[in-house]
């Protein structure tokens, strides 16, 4: 686990120091297969689970990625872009706000909001079957699976950054959507990319013309690897973001924002800060 005397300490603080040692505990426990739900009793008797997990239905205390098959590819409704020994990665899914392909999550704030991807390329990497809570619970044995993570997400990324438009998910295929999209509750919403969706630190790399928008080239090389650190994460099994760091999103601003805003910390973490740290 990461040392409570780091040098970073506002990297997992709020684990480390400020989480009640039941659920260091139960975090353990799950992490060594011990017990399948993270979870405890309190005094009184109730049964309590850990932050990132189902708080109900049969999975109740289970990350969702410890019951969910993320290796379905595109044909079988899936989102699994690529695969490794050890790792999956993924374009985060699970939408439910509006019937997007495949569950994808959407690249407009609009219609995603705070489910929106954090880049016109965003991809998820998972270990397959090794429980891991956060980066927080990280060890330096981890570091092979990290480097082969690191490896795989940036090969999803370049995958989906050099794909044509007719690959589901590639960049090609976000930027030439068109039409409009049925929320669920009866709004509709324009899938079209524009200039407002990104970033303002990223927007000098777009242009808006006739027929849609043009990215410069220099703006699909730059690869960024980070985690959404302990009480910034909303899953509770480790996962790394990968994505194309000139075309961020409005989405990744207001993450970042509210972040700072409730936990005093950023919702991304760079992979090579907690790499340095083990």
Request: glycine residues 8%; negative net charge; hydrophobic residues 35%.
């Amino acid at each position: 686990m990461l040392s409570r005397q780091s040098t970073k300490p506002n990297i997992s603080a709020q684990y480390q120091t400020q989480v009640d040692w039941e659920v260091h505990a139960a975090v353990d426990l799950w992490e060594q297969g011990t017990t399948d739900t993270i979870s405890f009793q309190n005094d009184a008797g109730e049964s309590v689970y850990a932050q990132g997990t189902c708080p109900g239905g049969p999975n109740i205390g289970k990350p969702v990625f410890q019951f969910l098959n993320m290796k379905k590819s595109f044909s079988e409704g899936g989102t699994m872009v690529a695969e490794s020994e050890n790792a999956v990665s993924f374009i985060p899914a699970g939408f439910r706000n509006a019937p997007t392909q495949n569950t994808m999550n959407p690249v407009r704030e609009e219609i995603g909001g705070s489910s929106a991807l954090m880049s016109l390329v965003h991809v998820l990497t998972i270990p397959k079957d090794i429980r891991i809570y956060n980066a927080c619970t990280l060890r330096k044995n981890h570091i092979p699976l990290l480097e082969e993570m690191k490896e795989l997400g940036e090969k999803a990324v370049v995958i989906l950054r050099s794909g044509p438009k007719e690959m589901i998910g590639s960049l090609q295929w976000v930027l030439n959507q068109r039409g409009t999209i049925e929320m669920n509750d009866g709004s509709s919403k324009s899938l079209e990319v524009e200039i407002d969706d990104f970033s303002q630190k990223t927007r000098g790399n777009v242009v808006q013309l006739d027929g849609g928008i043009s990215v410069s080239p220099a703006a699909t090389v730059k690869i960024k690897n980070a985690f959404h650190v302990f009480p910034c994460a909303s899953i509770g099994w480790l996962h790394l973001h990968s994505y194309l760091g000139d075309l961020i999103t409005t989405a990744h601003d207001s993450m970042e924002a509210e972040a700072l805003a409730k936990y005093n910390q950023p919702k991304n973490t760079p992979y090579e800060e907690i790499l340095a740290i083990l």
